[in-house]
């Protein structure tokens, strides 16, 4: 081969190199400005649902519908979108693990005991389908207490349940307050295809006031087992209907738990304050009575031992009606 010809072959083995490595340089570019842009956009998507969240957080009894581009990944005191996440240290926030684009419903009540000790945020997306299982108080109360935006049911029984249809939600939960009928409930047939984690059970035992959650997870045809928690008053036990695994259900009740033990330190200081200021007035026993009460509950434990803040919270609430009866300044 001649000099010449030499040259040729090398300048379009050349250019070919270039070139490839050119087009190699913008799709990186490409790649990592679309990286950029994504991260940009779950950026400002998550400041969106911050504000849904903390706005209506501090409002109580308040239902709103919003709208979200992006699916959201919920885990303890935390929403992430994408690589976006926000920590929520001052929230009781009980919801699924993860919420779909389109829709995001957010329920707001408060917890009372008997003084108001935080609001309680549930969140959920209307693409969920929660199933009602049986006929007794407690499925009564949770029905009469969930927005009608969610997408819920009722099944007269676990017979029922298991015949249900597959209607394409991306998550389903059954909500059982019956232990023996849910030993003899299936995962029904038509849910079998469904990923395991996407299939999920509550099954609740107690009262309204207080009582166990247990909570359960498809595997196959079967449920799984993935261990159980108490829940305190109304509002703790719809947590555990909109919380789908008890790790998070957990970890919204020591947020609780912990604004409980504020406000119980701040209202047994305000009747320490109450007592000195009556005197020898009738009012006084009566404060004395209420501070050693509201002392004793100071170190136990909502988690532990719900019952206590049920006795507790009734016990206080009566002894400041007696206290109004006699015209003293009230507790709370």
Not at 35 to 45: A, K, N, Y
Not at 59 to 86: E, F
């Amino acid at each position: 081969m001649d000099k010449k010809g030499f040259e040729v072959q090398f300048n379009w083995i050349f250019a070919v190199i270039a070139g490839a490595a050119i087009i190699a340089l913008a799709a990186f570019l490409v790649v990592k400005n679309r990286g950029i842009t994504d991260s940009s956009f779950d950026v400002q998507t998550l400041k969106t649902v911050d504000a849904i969240v903390t706005g209506t957080g501090i409002s109580s009894d308040v239902t709103k519908v919003s709208d979200i581009s992006s699916k959201l990944a919920v885990g303890c005191n935390r929403i992430a979108i994408g690589s976006a996440q926000r920590n929520y240290q001052n929230i009781v926030l009980f919801a699924p693990d993860s919420i779909i684009e389109g829709k995001l419903i957010t329920l707001t009540l408060p917890i009372n005991l008997p003084f108001k000790v935080s609001n309680m945020l549930y969140a959920t997306s209307p693409k969920i389908r929660y199933i009602l299982v049986g006929k007794n108080e407690i499925i009564s109360m949770i029905n009469k207490s969930l927005p009608d935006s969610m997408q819920t049911e009722m099944a007269s029984s676990v017979m029922a349940a298991s015949a249900i249809k597959n209607t394409n939600n991306y998550k389903v939960r059954f909500i059982v307050a019956d232990k023996d009928a849910f030993a003899a409930f299936s995962v029904p047939k038509s849910l079998e295809k469904m990923p395991n984690f996407d299939v999920s059970a509550v099954v609740v035992s107690g009262s309204t006031d207080n009582g166990e959650a247990t909570f359960y997870q498809k595997k196959g045809l079967v449920w799984e087992p993935k261990g159980s928690s108490n829940y305190l008053t109304l509002q703790g036990l719809l947590g555990a209907v909109f919380a789908e695994s008890r790790e998070n259900y957990d970890c919204s009740l020591k947020s609780l738990e912990s604004r409980a033990k504020i406000m119980m330190e701040i209202y047994s200081q305000r009747t320490k304050k109450l007592a000195l200021l009556a005197k020898d007035s009738e009012c006084k026993p009566l404060y004395a009575e209420a501070e050693a009460r509201i002392s004793s509950i100071l170190g136990k434990s909502i988690i532990t031992n719900p019952e206590a803040f049920t006795s507790f919270a009734n016990d206080w609430k009566n002894k400041n009606s007696d206290l109004e009866v006699l015209s003293c300044p009230s507790l709370y």
